[in-house]
């Protein structure tokens, strides 16, 4: 074997390179001619080992953590690794059953840090030692060559990929938001993106992310100043005809629909339907420059909304199905899960405990039937939840039994509460018997409810449909 012609093969093809793939793959193409090792360049982007070009094997990991196997091993000490029997060296990750022997080398910039690997793999006798100087040699220039070429970088693909993960990732439907317009600004490489999303028959802007840049800004600046009616023909726009974008060129004056965002300082703009036109909204991605989005750009616009818009359907059903888990089915209201959490919490002389019962509901059952004894039930929940202030919260913890839990600023606060519940009862034929309590210092969460209940007790004693204060 000519290892200077290995050499001298790598060095001529090198410098034709224009890219950093391409200058790994004919690195990996000129090395396959002179040995029928399996071959591979990874690269490190973004945490991982990224195989960016192989050869000779069934099936290739497209990516492998930068501890993993003798790859990880060789990239994070920086050193060489000469395996001559793969068996025994429990790092080596198997590409194809029949390999016996490995060279993996570090891939090193100018610096002399470790930017990725070169691994070749035998079947059959080599002659290691000869081929760790020849890889090494060739590792050098090709560290070089990646580096002078700007360095290792992922395709827009695998941005898109690794977004997705983030996204889908997300907890809360805030942090969605800001992982997809990130996304959209590094995927695109436009200087901004804005998201308009339809909620409860009105359209909304998402919440800025931490660093939203002055055109982005501007834009939501110039959205809400226009309005919702403006939001929604930019939305029906994009959910009508599809994904638009501009093609870069000067004296073309916009639709009206974009006049907001003209004003904005907008000159280049991605607009992509999000969901269905209903319940959805449109992706805006854009610039102050005057630029020519491609096609396949927008294609990477239109994936990424499919999948923010995957991810927030998942998030809204899982709190739909929170909220059902935790709710009464009959009136809506919280029931006794997040109630013990609540009362948890209470503040010893400010949250006042209003324990509530329906006076005479035993004989509306047994009367008129339980279906009559339901609508009784939600129809006081109604009338109590609009009774009660906002940030007051009304839980039901037994059949006809509720309880309200309020912040007050002295007892009486709370019984002037407790007695607008009591009225707004009377208004829809019924009456109730509320018991108060405040917790004292020290005092645990059920003391405290069982001294309302008492309270409520000693209001049934005196003839029902009253308030009952609990001595401090």
């Not at 977004?163 to 805030?174: D, G, L, P």
């Not at 707004?424 to 405040?438: D, K, N, W, Y």
């Not at 917790?439 to 645990?444: A, D, I, T, V």
Request: hydrophobic share 45%.
């Amino acid at each position: 074997m000519d290892h200077q012609q290995v050499i001298r093969d790598v060095t001529a093809r090198l410098p034709v390179a224009s890219a950093v793939t391409e200058a790994c793959q004919a690195t990996v193409t000129a090395l396959a001619r002179h040995t029928p090792a399996t071959i591979a360049v990874l690269l490190h982007v973004h945490g991982r080992l990224r195989c960016v070009a192989a050869t000779g094997s069934w099936q290739v990991f497209a990516t492998v953590a930068p501890d993993a196997g003798i790859v990880g091993r060789v990239y994070t000490g920086g050193r060489a690794a000469v395996v001559p029997d793969v068996a025994a060296d429990l790092d080596h990750i198997p590409v194809r059953p029949d390999v016996t022997a490995e060279v993996c080398v570090p891939v090193l910039d100018p610096a002399g840090r470790a930017i990725g690997v070169l691994d070749l793999q035998w079947t059959g006798p080599a002659d290691l030692g000869s081929w760790q100087a020849t890889a090494e040699r060739v590792a050098g220039r090709l560290g070089a060559r990646i580096v002078a070429l700007g360095g290792p970088a992922e395709s827009r693909g695998e941005k898109l990929l690794r977004h997705a993960a983030a996204m889908t990732a997300a907890t809360t439907e805030k942090n969605l938001m800001a992982a997809a317009i990130g996304a959209a600004r590094d995927v695109s490489t436009l200087a901004a993106a804005v998201l308009v999303l339809a909620g409860r028959n009105v359209l909304r802007l998402d919440t800025p992310t931490a660093a939203p840049g002055d055109l982005e800004t501007r834009m939501r600046a110039e959205l809400t100043e226009a309005g919702p009616q403006a939001l929604r023909r930019i939305m029906d726009r994009a959910h009508r005809y599809g994904a638009g974008y501009t093609l870069g060129e000067a004296g073309h004056p916009p639709t009206a629909e974009h006049e907001p965002l003209v004003r904005a300082g907008v000159r280049t703009l991605m607009a992509v339907p999000v969901g269905p036109p209903e319940q959805g909204g449109v992706l805006l991605v854009a610039d102050e420059r005057l630029l020519r989005p491609d096609s396949t750009t927008v294609n990477l616009m239109e994936l990424l909304a499919g999948q923010a818009w995957s991810c927030l359907d998942r998030l809204r059903t899982l709190d739909r199905l929170r909220e059902q888990a935790s709710s009464d089915p009959l009136t809506g209201l919280r029931h006794t899960g997040p109630f013990g959490q609540r009362i948890a919490s209470a503040t010893p002389g400010r949250t006042a405990l209003l324990a509530i019962d329906v006076d005479g509901f035993k004989t509306v059952n047994d009367t008129y039937g339980h279906q009559a004894g339901d609508r009784v039930l939600v129809g006081l929940a109604r009338a109590l939840e609009d009774a009660l202030r906002q940030g007051d919260e009304l839980y039901r913890v037994g059949g006809d039994e509720f309880v309200a839990v309020i912040e007050v600023s002295r007892p009486e606060e709370a019984v002037r509460v407790a007695e607008r519940l009591t009225e707004a009862a009377r208004r829809i034929g019924h009456t109730i018997s509320v018991g108060i309590a405040l917790p004292r210092p020290g005092e645990s969460p059920e003391l405290t409810l069982r001294r309302a209940d008492q309270a409520l007790y000693a209001v049934k004693r005196q003839g029902r449909d009253g308030v009952h204060l609990s001595a401090a």
